[in-house]
């Protein structure tokens, strides 16, 4: 108290009121925050909690009396087991095509739906209806089409008895065409948003100046929706990071098409291995809190920051 | 609440067997009880999965429930299911045939009560078993004399060596066979001693390697379960086949459709499981499920007497006739009604009988992923598979390895 009386380079009036006002914001921000986080730590940080003490353990539901503390070494056995590396490479590939992709097509899908004049509903429905669709069912639609007995696309490519199923890249192919048809109408609904943004009058001027569509496209769009852009980015990465339903749908884990969530599945699931595979699910987060964190840095981009006035 | 309890009973899929009886024995016992039937997956790993889930949330609707033989000793070593009384297991063990009963012990206690049960027998062309001058039904028939004479004759030997319980299926039963264990002093759990590596496991190892490499094997082995199996031996290159006693009905209702030859039902042969060493009496793959009673059950003395009903003589050769699926009690297999049904009754009654249960411990679940994942593909297994797998294993069980 007596150190803030005596700074003399806070003049206490002008500082007050702005401070008042903010400090007023603040605390009705916290109160209107507070229900929902606290929520928030009920559903949320309890579990998480929970997971990284039984993490520590080496502990099977099914063996109560077996459970014993084990410190780090969960971590340990996983990080050194190739099962680990080869479902983290699975997923990474995974994550690096569909996004990629997703983000061409989902900048063209947005450049479609906001300039298209005429059939502009039917259009953006039809673009949006597969994201409309539950991830398991798009995930059959995608199997049974290249399945070796009943599917077509054998017959279309003329493939014969290729089993699309049968080998990891192939496999790994398959699934990422069927996320990519999926979640492209997502990243293009927030592009989309983005694109709105993007002043007009900018354009117009550049357009003036002579400034060919390329280099609009590069000086003035995309950096006016950098926000967006890393927004639609960080949340499809995150996605597609925790990616399960097809590979569970599609080949069961089999062939090496195992992914990371797969992986805590099976260990939490199916081995009831609660120390394994709460650690796994521990270093899944990490890895999304690591993700979040390389975006956030690489973009530059304060997200509170993006506001709309 | 007041009227009778309302007991649940988590079933394995079937035509309606289970159901059926559940009415039956709601209706002779008096009013004291009735039944709900809840439909569980089709797959035992699923079922395992379902149930496990709910038991460790300690759900008390689960009063009764069908188990597959394999997952008993962990289910009881969890906590999850209420031992039968003394008095229960005295009733519930008479007449049966004691291998089934094994699959429901856990710690000398009963805790599962056989339903159902199964093993695999050995089936043959008979003409091509004549004109390579074997007989599959001496009781000294062995895997290498099968796979010489399936060589000598250009034909296959049909098995399931996909990557799934039947495979481990096959490989227990060539190890006890041979007179070994996948695991030694299973009951210790954690603790259990892996002993693949052996001589019972390394004759395992050069069965399933030599078989899966040469010619007499089905070109679709790594991919094969039961059906694909029966597949390739009603073909043209069929001659063996190790299969469950459902294959022989199957055939039959096969030709009803006009899709086999009756010639074809005629020529099949049956025998029992062969041997790996000639001078050692084969261990046949069990299989089947029993009925246990859930921990959390607020009616265990009711979901009891629904377990004794259902698993009377009565009931079980009914479900026999019904369902196609094995008895668990000798006599049985004396009904005329059965005998009708199943020409080869004797045998598949002395199978049971003799039959071999997989590694009967808590594990169960880590230790068939660890021989499977080492034992697959099966042309790859060779004479170091079997101390691979032990090590493997162990490493999984104590969790210096993930499964």
Partial sequence: MTVTATRPDTPAPAAGKGSDRARGERRLGLYLAAPSFIVMVLVTAYPLGYAIVLSLFNYRLTDPAGRSFVGLNNYLVILTDPVWWNDFATTFAITVVTVAVELVLGFGFAFVMLRIVRGRGPVRTAILIPYGIITVVSAFIWRYAFAIDSGFVNQWLGLGDFNWFGDRWSAIFVICLSEIWKTTPFISLLLLAGLVQVPEEMQEAAKVDGATAWQRLWKITLPSMKAAIMVALLFRTLDAWRIFDNPFVMTGGANNTETISFLAYRQNVSLVNLGMGSAVSVLLFLTVVAIAWIFVKGFKTDLSQVRGD | ?403
């Fill in chain 2, 1 to 403: 609440m007041s009227g009778p309890p309302t007991l649940t009973w988590y079933i394995n899929p079937d035509n309606g067997g289970q159901a059926t009886r559940a009415q039956q024995c709601a209706d002779a016992s008096g009013g004291a009880y009735t039944v709900d039937i809840q439909t569980l997956p089709s797959d035992a790993t699923q079922q395992r999965e379902q149930l496990v889930r709910r038991l460790a949330a300690k759900d008390s609707s689960i009063d009764v429930m069908s188990l597959d033989v394999i997952y008993t000793a962990e289910f009881a070593n969890a906590g999850f299911l209420r031992p039968y009384t003394p008095a229960e297991t005295a009733r519930i063990s008479e007449g049966k045939l004691p291998a089934p009963l094994k699959t429901g012990m856990w710690k000398d206690t009963l805790y599962a009560a056989p339903s159902k049960s199964n093993a695999q027998l050995l089936w043959f062309r008979k003409s091509l078993a004549k004109a390579a001058g074997v007989d599959p039904t001496s009781p000294t028939f062995t895997w290498d004399e099968m796979i010489k004479a399936a060589l000598g004759q250009g034909k296959k030997i049909s098995e399931q060596g996909a990557r799934y319980e039947g495979y481990m299926v096959w490989i227990n039963a060539l190890v006890l066979s041979g007179g070994g264990q996948i695991l030694t002093d299973a009951e210790a759990g954690k603790n259990a001693r892996p002993s693949m590596a052996s001589r019972a496991g390394d004759k395992a190892a050069e069965i399933v390697g030599s078989l899966a490499r040469s010619s007499a094997a089905a070109p679709d082995l790594t991919v094969a379960q039961e059906e694909q199996a029966r597949a390739v031996f009603q073909g043209d290159d069929g001659m063996f086949m190790l299969n469950w006693p459902y294959v022989l009905a199957a055939a039959r209702s096969a030709v009803e459709e006009g899709t086999l030859d009756q010639s074809v039902v005629d020529d099949i042969g049956y025998a029992r499981y062969p041997r790996v060493f000639a001078d050692r009496p084969s261990a046949p793959p069990l299989g089947g499920s029993n009925l246990a009673i859930g921990a959390y059950s607020k009616y265990p003395e009711q979901a009891a007497a629904l377990v004794e009903c259902a698993t009377s003589l009565e009931k079980v050769t009914q479900y026999m006739l019904d369902e196609g699926e094995p008895s668990v009690y000798a006599a049985s297999y004396d009904d005329p009604r059965v005998r009708e049904a199943y020409p080869n009754a004797d045998l598949i009654r002395d199978s049971i009988a003799e039959g071999g249960p997989r590694p009967i411990t808590p594990f169960y679940v880590d230790v068939a992923g660890s021989v499977i994942n080492t034992w697959h593909p099966p042309e790859s297994v060779n004479r170091d598979t079997p101390a691979e797998a032990d090590a493997f294993m162990a490493d999984v069980i104590s969790g210096r390895r993930l499964l």
